[in-house]
């Protein structure tokens, strides 16, 4: 079974970076598929923040795209999310999932959320 | 970038009846790139289908995707207590990945 589970800092000073990894278990990172970050602020609706296939190759939300890296780590079967240049409109439930398929684009494997708010 | 845009917004209904969710693109949409999810208070999002109209494993044939275009639909056939929750729409294009606002099934 596929499991992703966030973990990093739940408080972000503004203008600082934020940092997030997801742990893979149940999957080799580097076999296959995309794997992606997607956030909630409290309240409203899902965004899509950007996305990284096995390889390393990026897809990012053009609206983010200046602020954010992602990158993955094989050996450590996890990948990660940096987020510079942080406000209080960064403060969200950020989630990992999987992009499942490759014809297909969805995404299949969540992990639980990590809240992240920004504030001094 | 694509704009999707679900309806109603709130849709209340009871037990047992049928549900129709509306998702609308600003552009045409492949059907290969259309997903629905189901996200219930304070839990991820739940895949329920993909491909437009394919059922992600272990839903239940109660959900059914359809449509094609800048039209797609979710149809739950018979609301069961576990159903009320927010829908949202998915999609994948050039620019990357869009999802709509969210529909909330809430009982009547």
């Known amino acids: 079974q596929v499991q992703l589970q966030e973990s990093g800092p739940g408080l972000v000073k503004p203008s600082e970076t934020l940092s997030l990894t997801c742990a893979v278990s149940g999957y080799s990172i580097s076999n296959d598929y995309s794997w992606g970050w997607i956030r909630q602020p409290p309240g409203k609706g899902l965004e899509w923040v950007g996305s990284?296939?096995?390889?390393?190759?990026?897809n990012y939300n053009p609206s983010l795209k200046s602020r954010v890296t992602m990158s993955v780590d094989s050996s450590k079967n996890q990948f990660t999310l940096r987020l510079s240049s942080v406000t209080a409109a960064d403060t969200a439930v950020y989630y990992c999932?999987?992009?499942?398929?490759?014809?297909?684009?969805?995404?299949?494997?969540w992990g639980q959320g990590t809240l992240v708010t920004v504030s001094s | 970038e694509i704009v999707l845009t679900q309806s109603p917004g709130t849709l209340s209904l009871s037990p047992g009846e049928r549900a129709t969710l509306s998702c609308r693109a600003s552009q045409s949409v492949s059907t290969n790139y259309l997903a629905w999810y189901q996200q219930r208070p304070g839990q991820a999002p739940r895949l329920l289908i993909y491909?437009?109209?394919s059922r992600a494993t272990g839903i239940p044939d109660r959900f059914s995707g359809s449509g094609s275009g800048t039209d797609f639909t979710l149809t739950i056939s018979r609301l069961e207590p576990e159903d009320f929750a927010v829908y949202y729409c998915?999609?994948?294009?050039?620019?990357?990945?869009?999802f709509g606002p969210g529909t909330k099934v809430d009982i009547k």
């Open positions: 491909g437009a109209s």
């Open positions: 998915q999609q994948y294009g050039t620019k990357g990945v869009t």
């Open positions: 990284i296939s096995h390889s390393g190759n990026t």
């Open positions: 999932a999987r992009r499942g398929g490759t014809s297909y684009y969805y995404f299949d494997y």
